[in-house]
C-alpha cells in the first residue's frame, strides 16, 4: 500500500509461520528504520525504498524493533491476517499524516475522513497490559500478562497517530524528507527545527555525494 494513497487492495499474501526456518535471516537493523520519531511514522517508513512487512517473521522484527512488545515476547500468532491489518493502518495513518504535513487545515474529502474514522475506531481497543517480573538475576523486566492480540497491538499504533495530529506541537514537527525522490515524513526535534533529512546517514549522505560530483563536474568544465 503506497503512502499517503486512499486504501487499496492489499497484494496477496503467501501465510507464512512466525517461527523463522534455521536458515533464514531477519532484516538487520539497516533494513528495518525506527528514526522517524514516533511509532506510527516508523510504520510509514516500512514502505521505502521497497515493501519491508512482506512476512510474518519481518512483521514480527518490526514489532519487537518498535517497542510495542518487551524484547523476547512470543509473537506465534503473527501471520498473514496480521500483514493486511497493520499494512491497512499504515494506509490510514498515511492519508492522515500527509495531510497535514503540507500545512494548514487537514484536507475535508471523503478518502480522508474514511481514514481518520478507521483510525479512530482501531484506537479504541484495549492495549497489552504489562507487568513487572524479576528476570533470573533477580531484576525487575517488563513482560505482557497474555500474548499479544493483532488489535491490542494496532490500537497503540493508533493511539499514537490520534495523539500526533491532534498536538499543535507535533503537528508543526512534521516535516518530509529533502531527499530526492524519498516519501518519508518524520518529526522534526532538532534545534531551530532545520533537519531536513529522514536520515543524515541515508539521503543527507546522498545529497552530499551528488553535491560533490556537481561541483567536480563543473572543476572539469
Not at 5 to 10: E, Q, V
Not at 174 to 184: E, F, H, K, V, Y
Request: aromatic fraction near 4%; hydrophobic fraction near 40%; charge should be positive.
Amino acid at each position: 500500500m503506497a503512502l499517503g494513497t486512499a486504501t487499496s487492495p492489499a497484494p496477496s499474501i503467501t501465510p507464512t509461520s512466525s517461527a523463522a526456518p534455521p536458515n533464514s535471516s531477519l532484516p538487520s537493523p539497516h533494513d528495518l528504520r525506527f528514526d522517524a520519531g514516533r511509532r506510527c511514522l516508523d510504520l510509514l517508513v516500512t514502505t521505502h525504498p521497497v515493501e519491508r512487512l512482506d512476512t510474518a517473521e519481518v512483521l514480527g522484527a518490526w514489532i519487537e524493533g518498535a517497542g510495542l512488545v518487551p524484547p523476547g515476547t512470543e509473537l506465534a500468532g503473527v501471520d498473514a491476517a496480521w500483514l493486511l491489518a497493520f499494512r491497512e493502518l499504515r494506509g490510514w495513518t498515511g492519508q492522515l499524516v500527509r495531510g497535514l504535513v503540507r500545512g494548514g487545515p487537514p484536507p475535508d474529502t471523503p478518502p480522508y475522513e474514511h481514514a481518520l474514522a478507521r483510525v479512530n475506531e482501531l484506537a479504541r481497543a484495549a492495549t497489552p497490559v504489562p507487568c513487572a517480573v524479576r528476570a533470573e538475576d533477580g531484576t525487575l523486566v517488563r513482560e505482557l500478562g497474555t500474548p499479544p492480540e493483532c488489535g491490542a497491538l494496532l490500537a497503540v499504533l493508533a493511539r499514537d497517530a490520534v495523539e500526533l495530529i491532534t498536538d499543535p506541537v507535533a503537528r508543526a514537527g512534521l516535516r518530509q524528507c529533502a531527499g530526492d525522490s524519498c516519501p518519508i515524513v518524520y518529526l522534526d526535534t532538532s534545534r531551530g527545527r532545520r533537519r531536513r533529512w529522514c536520515s543524515s546517514e541515508v539521503c543527507g549522505n546522498r545529497e552530499r555525494v551528488a553535491r560533490h560530483r556537481r561541483r567536480a563536474a563543473l572543476a572539469r568544465a
